[in-house]
């Protein structure tokens, strides 16, 4: 079955210590996506990739980094600069970038303690 | 950008209609989408919009007017399993500086009683 896979489901980090969240897609879409949703609010725009080996940044880009050395692959770093990083965090996915319906990944829920 | 907004929360009942709007406003309009999500899961697309007028598809409706900057999902039939948060999201336009991103709502939770 194509899709996009998330992991892991749930992460817990310490303050001061960065993690990489792992987005993956067999559905051979050019561009991926990663958003934040925090209770309340909208999905937000991290970071975005309409090809492999180009990335831009998105509305909230601070304190996060991306790699796209794959087009399957599109991994996000939360990094210790990242002042309030705890929420759900969403990785999709589309055909091209920009026109299409984006495609969904089941959502890494990080909590820093 | 855009300014998006739709009501935080409906209650409905169960074989009852709801209809959520959102009303937005953008510096430029490239579609309207939207996407049910079930708390702790993915958005799952819905419906997308981007001339005047309406798309059913079965249970649900949507519908646009971009004179106006207004759409709303209509949802027929309510079961218990539409219980869930709906999220608008317009795109923008795409031009040679902007990439055609999406902004999305803070969506609508909707509660199905029996």
């Known amino acids: 079955d194509g899709g996009i896979t998330q992991s892991p489901k749930y992460l817990f980090r310490k303050e001061g210590q960065n993690v990489t969240l792992s987005c993956e897609q067999n559905?051979?879409?050019?561009?991926m996506y990663w958003y934040r949703q925090d209770p309340g609010q909208g999905l937000r725009l991290i970071y975005y990739?309409?090809?492999?080996?180009?990335?831009q940044k998105g509305d909230i880009a601070e304190g996060y980094s991306v790699s796209r050395e794959k087009k399957e692959s599109f991994p996000l770093t939360v990094t210790s600069a990242q002042k309030n990083p705890t929420a759900f965090y969403l990785c999709?996915?589309?055909?091209?970038?920009?026109?299409?319906?984006?495609?969904f990944g089941p959502g890494t829920r990080l909590t820093v303690l | 950008g855009q300014n998006i907004d739709q009501p935080t929360e409906m209650t409905a009942t169960e074989g009852a209609i709801v209809q959520i709007n959102c009303t937005y406003q953008?510096?430029?309009?490239?579609?309207l989408f939207w996407y049910q999500q079930h708390a702790g899961e993915a958005p799952t697309f819905l419906s997308y919009?981007?001339?005047?007028g309406l798309e059913e598809k079965g249970r649900f409706s949507s519908f646009l007017s971009r004179s106006k900057g207004y759409s709303y999902l209509l949802l027929k039939e309510l079961q218990m399993k539409d219980s869930a948060s709906y999220l608008c999201?317009?795109?923008?336009?795409?031009?040679?500086?902007?990439?055609?991103?999406?902004?999305f709502g803070a969506g609508t939770q909707v509660v199905v009683t029996p």
């Open positions: 999709a996915s589309s055909m091209s970038g920009g026109g299409d319906e984006q495609f």
């Open positions: 559905l051979n879409h050019d561009a």
């Open positions: 990739s309409q090809i492999v080996n180009d990335f």
């Open positions: 953008t510096s430029g309009f490239n579609g």
């Open positions: 919009n981007v001339l005047d």
């Open positions: 999201a317009v795109r923008d336009r795409r031009t040679t500086d902007s990439w055609g991103k999406l902004q």
